[in-house]
């Protein structure tokens, strides 16, 4: 686990499910999604169709939750954009709007980058997100990572094009 005083990121246990469930699956168009690849379509789970994929949740190394006060309001996520494990890139949800414009995800994202610095032999860590997510960029850009590529109007979100924005450290600027 990685603290920020009542902010952590942790592995995502058993009894953690359900709130996930809930705050992931339940609804058909649920207000992140509009942050969250938009793009990409949505769709809602029963509770048995998660439960089948329960155990690809717990503990895993790619996926921990967010908790504020140890309550769960998102998650943080990495994986690898090829075999070799050189490049990876990580992902967050902050999944209720109350949690949104409070420094949440830019205090859980570095406790992530932290996680995986420590833990992973990285020399890099990445996040691609689209041009319509200001918000994202900007907590990216906060935790003094750089836009190392833009490429333009491929996603297509509402009726307009946006591009697709990746962002990367490096190491050894984490750890000035």
Avoid at 106 to 116: C, M, P, Q
Avoid at 124 to 135: E, P
Avoid at 146 to 151: G, L, N, S
Wanted: proline content about 4%; overall charge negative; some cysteine.
């Amino acid at each position: 686990m990685y603290k920020d005083k009542e902010i952590a990121v942790r592995p995502i246990e058993r009894a953690d499910l359900p709130r996930l469930w809930e705050l992931i699956y339940t609804e058909e168009n649920p207000e992140w999604k509009q942050w969250d690849a938009p793009y990409f379509p949505h769709y809602t789970k029963s509770w048995e169709e998660f439960a089948e994929m329960q155990d690809g949740w717990i503990v895993s190394d790619h996926r921990w939750v967010i908790t504020v006060h140890e309550e769960i309001c998102g998650m943080v996520s990495y994986y690898y954009e090829d075999e070799q494990k050189n490049w990876l890139e990580m992902g967050i949800v902050l999944h209720q709007p109350s949690s949104w414009n409070q420094s949440i995800g830019t205090r859980a994202l570095g406790l992530w980058i932290d996680h995986l610095f420590n833990h992973l032999p990285l020399v890099r860590v990445g996040l691609t997100t689209w041009s319509g997510n200001t918000r994202m960029i900007r907590v990216a850009e906060k935790l003094g990572m750089q836009i190392e590529a833009r490429i333009r109007k491929v996603r297509y979100y509402n009726g307009k094009y946006y591009d697709s924005i990746r962002l990367g450290m490096l190491r050894e600027e984490w750890e000035i």
